[in-house]
């Protein structure tokens, strides 16, 4: 079974959110979605997040056909996941620069390949939560 990882906060699940995951769905046999703890997206995002408590945000990707199961992690990086689980696939979004993500180098350690899709940013939680706060100003 060839399982594919990705991760991220996944703070208010957006149109972009649904094209990466149905994208890395594709990648391999297993989906698995790792998401920080919502201690670790206050310490790597802001005090004032997560919006979405991480046990409701685990629920919403569960329930995608596309995901086939989702974990939890607190620190701020998943590498520890990503070593436990040896996926032979790691998909990042389109933002992410492929020197920059974490884990990437060990699973091309293990003969696995890391997949960042080449298409234009169009969605990011943080511009909707400023949008947002625009708004409510």
Known sequence: MKIVFTNGVFDLLHVGHLRLLHFASLQGD?????????????RIKSPNRPII???????????????????????DTPELLIRRLRPAVLVKGPS??????PGADL??????RVVVPDW????????????????NG
């Not at 297993?30 to 206050?42: E, F, K, T, Y």
């Not at 945000?57 to 995901?67: D, I, N, P, T």
């Not at 992410?96 to 993500?101: A, G, H, L, Y």
């Open 53 to 75: 408590p991480a046990e409701e945000r685990a629920e919403m990707l569960f329930a995608l056909r596309c995901v086939d199961d989702v974990q939890i992690f607190d620190e």
């Open 96 to 101: 992410c620069q492929r020197t920059t993500i």
């Open 107 to 112: 699973v091309e350690s293990w003969g696995g």
């Open 120 to 135: 234009p940013i169009r969605h990011s939680t943080t511009a909707i939560v400023t949008q947002m706060r625009q708004c």
């Open 30 to 42: 297993w989906l698995v979605v790792a998401i920080n703890s919502d201690a670790s997206v206050r």
